[in-house]
């Protein structure tokens, strides 16, 4: 009899642990990656953790949300002509449906004052009003910070 009671609330205390586990499973996992270094090794870097992290969550069945936040010399990630990782940037966009580059518009006007001209950006990139302030909202919205 008490094997019987004890063997019944083992797997009460079981299903009791795994069900938030297996719920949590299925939640979106949102990551926001920095960068802010005009480094090409750092900006590869930066698109391998963002493919291998979406592989990964996407071979157990979970969204992912990935925004790479770029501002200062990192901006040069996402400006046309410039960038070292442009053609990778396009292939991973169309692969990954929740990948989004930002781009901050505070060092845009800041290279516009000191070239006098805007910085086209690739097709890929949105604009942000602040970098820094985009990533203290990805954050503030449950993100992972990850810096290259």
């Not at 996402?78 to 292939?91: F, T």
């Amino acid at each position: 009899m008490f094997a019987r009671h004890f063997a019944a609330a083992s797997l009460a205390l079981v299903a009791a642990i795994a069900a938030p586990m297996i719920a949590h499973a299925a939640e979106t996992v949102r990551i926001a990656f920095h960068v802010d270094e005009n480094d090409p090794q750092k900006m590869n870097l930066t698109l391998n953790n963002a493919a291998n992290v979406a592989k990964h969550y996407e071979a157990q069945g979970t969204p992912t949300v990935i925004e790479v936040v770029t501002y200062g010399p990192g901006l040069a990630m996402l400006i046309e002509g410039e960038s070292p990782v442009a053609g990778r940037i396009a292939a991973m966009a169309l692969e990954h449906e929740g990948l989004t580059f930002s781009a901050c518009a505070n060092t845009m006007a800041a290279m516009e004052k000191k070239t006098g001209t805007l910085p086209v950006l690739i097709s890929e990139a949105v604009v942000f009003p602040s970098g820094v302030v985009r990533l203290v909202e990805l954050q503030g919205a449950g993100y992972a910070y990850i810096k290259p």
